[in-house]
Nanobody, 123 residues
């Protein structure tokens, strides 16, 4: 069983930065993909970034390429989402997820989810 706990959410002005940690317990070779998703009110859940925990390969949504970075600290069993140059349209609930291969940005590919952390970007 995989247990995920996000933190680091909050409010920031446009152009600012935030780093979201996701503490991951129980990740194994059966759930080697971890990803960050976001969902704004009235919108579908959107994949933001994914990472392969046993090789480090990553993928990003076009909307965040060049601004967001996903990374891992295996010693701490933590995945991070570094968010730079934040925009008001980045405001959403951000979720961490874990699942089997292949790693992707599709929500259906992930089996385990955290409770989410809210990000609000003001203009």
């Amino acid at each position: 069983q995989v247990h995920l706990v996000e933190s680091g959410g909050g409010s920031v002005q446009a152009g600012g930065s935030l780093k979201l940690p996701c503490a991951a317990f129980g990740v194994s070779y059966s759930t080697p993909c971890m990803a960050w998703f976001r969902q704004a009110p009235g919108k579908e859940r959107e994949g933001v970034a994914h990472i392969y925990m046993f090789g480090g390969g990553t993928g990003y949504a076009d909307s965040v390429k060049g601004r967001f970075g996903i990374s891992q600290d295996n010693a701490k069993s933590t995945v991070y989402l570094q968010m730079n140059n934040l925009k008001p349209e980045d405001s959403a609930m951000y979720y961490c997820a874990a699942g089997p291969l292949p790693c992707s940005l599709a929500p259906d590919g992930y089996k385990f989810w955290g409770q989410g952390t809210q990000i609000t970007v003001s203009s």
